[in-house]
């Protein structure tokens, strides 16, 4: 059982990780390309693309959170 919910815990730990790091690759692509249509709008695009990168991080944040969790309290 307690092998199951470390497993649990890592895979749950990858699959928040690699989520956070696509979807801000991806913000950030997009944040260049709009850039690059509509220089004079450069500081609205950075401001709206740091709120959606820190909501993206701060997902990854309660991944761990919860594998931490899993592999802590699994234990006992």
Known sequence: MEVGLTALAAAI??????GAGISTGLATGKAVESVARQPEATSQIITVMVIGAAFAEATAIYGLLVAILLIFVGVA
């Not at 730990?13 to 690699?18: C, D, M, N, P, R």
């Open 13 to 18: 730990a990858v699959l928040t990780g690699a």
